[in-house]
T-cell receptor, first 114, second 114 residues
Framework: DTGVSQDPRHKITKRGQNVTFRCDPI?????LYWYRQTLGQGPEFLTY????????KSRLLSDRFSAERPKGSFSTLEIQRTEQGDSAMYLC????????????FGPGTRLTVL | AQKVTQAQTEISVVEKEDVTLDCVYE???????LFWYKQPPSGELVFLIR??????QNEISGRYSWNFQKSTSSFNFTITASQVVDSAVYFC???????????FGSGTRLQVQP
């Protein structure tokens, strides 16, 4: 079984640049989540999709953040005009809607904004 | 609103000792789901267990066991005969029917010394 994959694993960028991350969920999973984790903290929810519909967005998801899941498969998370405060690990998870709706996580993308 | 509290920031034990990680949760929903995840130094969150609010049976899986008590809103995790490979950060998390996303605690860092 292929797990959740994320690309890139690491990204270093300069303040003000735009970055885009990709997440490929487990193939039969219809739900996809994005979380952000800063050092020493638990992951915090950003947004979630069921198929291609974005069903919930956190208040953490400022106007500079946008996420898409155009065909209900992979998803992208874009951050525009990055700030130093955006430095974090961005985690993607997927799940299959239903009774056993358990989220499985990818390895994450570590973003460093200089 | 949901909340998960892991009061133990860091625990250090010697190999073969038993250790219990505490988790206290808050939710207004009567149907909810509790999870434990392990985050080893590599960074990827590994799913350990999911528990439904209507199933209060304790569970044992090898050296791992979980004690779910609705009366005290706790879902504690015990590792028996700890090993160095158990060293990681452990997160307790909660979701309910009103919110599919996981609300995580701040994590407990477990260090098992040889």
């Amino acid at each position: 079984d292929t797990g959740v994959s994320q690309d890139p694993r690491h990204k270093i960028t300069k303040r003000g640049q735009n970055v885009t991350f990709r997440c490929d969920p487990i193939s039969e999973h219809n739900r996809l989540y994005w979380y952000r984790q800063t050092l020493g903290q638990g992951p915090e929810f950003l947004t979630y999709f069921q198929n291609e519909a974005q069903l919930e967005k956190s208040r953490l998801l400022s106007d500079r953040f946008s996420a898409e899941r155009p065909k209900g498969s992979f998803s992208t998370l874009e951050i525009q005009r990055t700030e130093q405060g955006d430095s974090a690990m961005y985690l993607c998870a997927s799940s299959l809607a239903g009774f056993q709706d358990t989220q499985y996580f990818g390895p994450g993308t570590r973003l460093t904004v200089l | 609103a949901q909340k998960v509290t892991q009061a133990q920031t860091e625990i250090s034990v010697v190999e073969k000792e038993d250790v219990t990680l505490d988790c206290v949760y808050e939710t207004r929903d009567t149907t909810y789901y509790l999870f434990w995840y392990k985050q080893p130094p590599s960074g990827e969150l590994v799913f350990l267990i999911r528990r439904n609010s209507f199933d209060e049976q304790n569970e044992i899986s090898g050296r791992y066991s979980w004690n779910f008590q609705k009366s005290t809103s706790s879902f504690n995790f015990t590792i028996t005969a700890s090993q160095v490979v158990d060293s990681a950060v452990y997160f307790c998390a909660l979701s309910d029917t009103g919110r599919r996303a996981l609300t995580f605690g701040s994590g407990t860092r477990l260090q098992v010394q040889p």
